[in-house]
């Protein structure tokens, strides 16, 4: 017998992914944390592989200090040789 969600339509507006905290994304059928970070107009997803908030909040910090390393085009200023 199938299992379906307790509000269908519900489930299709979110997807298997359902918010938890800021940048902090829960999958619905496996339970694995996910991270969704943006920066400067691009989206950065990742799995955290674990299914423990707390060590999720610890993964997320680490990832969006990895996202702040990266080096950006549209961070640059535009340099002219003029």
């Given amino acids: 017998m199938e299992t379906s ?4 339509a519900e489930e299709s507006k979110t997807g298997p992914l359902s918010k938890v905290g800021e940048c902090l994304y829960r999958h619905s059928s ?12 691009k989206q950065y997803r990742r799995s955290l592989k674990t299914k423990d908030r707390k060590l999720a909040e610890r993964f997320l910090a680490e990832f969006r200090q990895k996202i702040e390393r990266l080096d950006h085009p549209k961070a640059r200023t535009t340099l002219t040789f003029a």
Avoid: T
Avoid at 5 to 8: D, G, R, Y
């Fill in 5 to 8: 969600p307790s509000n269908p």
């Fill in 30 to 41: 496996s339970g694995a944390y996910y991270a969704l970070v943006k920066r400067s107009g």
